[in-house]
């Protein structure tokens, strides 16, 4: 999740999109994105949910390179009735959750350059349409990313925002989910990203715990690493179960006033998939100066 408030740049539209532009980019430009997406995929089966790699298959237009919004958009609305519109980069709250509500997601047009191959601080369209738009042709999960922004307008009037991006962030960025023969990937943070692609399902370093609303909404995340721990839900018609077709105002009241739990930690009532052993996460502390 990228969005926050920021000041609406000349070119932007008001609802800040702006068009690709898909004529500009540059032969350097998609030979970028087809080492991307063939890194990925190569290594993604088996890993990943299965409604990810059926999705995959609306990204195959036809020319190479990186995708066109207008083939793609003809496609995703064929789908599920989502498109993806280019904006200038982060946008505010109410304006990505506006963009959701309405079944249109919102992303970067820029790409990394080979500096950036493995680490950005801002995603560009290899994260977003790479790690978002095949689920968004998955029809639960389509459904679950429009009743999520419908939340987010809600919670921006309940002072819950915060809460509301920690589910966003141990899910749709993420997210773990059961398979048949173990555990899965299918967060975009994670299936664009070739490193996390691998830690977050084989390294011993992080917990991996089954997926709890109220227990979510309680977890900070970090922005800047791999993360200390990951959810696992049991199905997408679970996810879109257990958060949106709940009342999210009780919930907030209820958590309203309870500590945060450490990104790190594993309660008693967790059910732990794998009880983490942080080493990762502990090699990576450096020393700070003591609090003044
Ligand atoms: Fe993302």
């Known amino acids: 999740m990228t969005h926050y408030s920021a000041v609406k740049p000349p070119e932007a539209a008001d609802d800040w999109t702006i068009p690709q532009e898909w004529d500009r980019y540059g032969a350097d430009e998609h030979a970028m994105w087809d080492h991307l997406f063939e890194r990925q ?12 790699l059926e999705g995959l298959d609306i ?4 020319k190479p390179g990186i995708p066109d919004f207008t083939e793609l958009n003809a496609r995703l609305m064929d789908a599920t009735g989502w498109q993806v519109v280019a904006v200038p980069g982060l946008v505010p709250d109410a304006v990505f959750f506006d963009h959701l509500a309405n079944r249109r997601f919102v992303a970067g047009r820029f790409i990394r350059t080979p500096e950036q191959i493995d680490y950005l601080e801002e995603p560009d369209i290899f994260h977003d349409v790479f790690g978002h738009v095949p689920l ?8 679950f990313m429009q009743a999520y922004g419908r939340g987010g307008q809600r919670a921006g009037e309940l002072g819950a925002i915060e809460r509301l991006a920690r589910l966003y962030w141990y899910t749709v960025e993420f997210g773990l989910i059961r398979g048949a023969e173990g555990l899965l990937i299918y967060g975009a943070g994670i299936v664009s990203s070739f490193s996390e692609s691998i830690f977050a399902l084989d390294d011993p370093s992080p917990n991996r715990i089954a ?3 109220g227990r979510v909404m309680r977890t900070p995340y970090r922005i800047d690493d791999f993360q200390q721990t990951y959810f696992v839900i049991d199905s997408f018609e679970d996810l879109l179960h257990q958060t949106i077709e709940s009342d999210f105002a009780p919930l907030y009241r209820a958590l309203q006033g309870t500590p945060d739990i450490d990104p790190a930690a594993v309660l008693d009532s967790d059910r732990v998939d794998h009880r983490g052993t942080q ?7 450096v020393p700070t100066k003591a609090p003044a």
């Open 279 to 285: 080493h990762y996460a502990h090699s990576r502390t």
């Open 136 to 143: 968004l042709a998955n029809p639960v999960f389509a459904d």
């Open 41 to 52: 995929t190569r290594m993604l089966p088996g890993r990943v949910a299965p409604a990810f």
């Open 59 to 62: 990204l195959r237009l036809s």
């Open 211 to 213: 997926f709890d609303l």
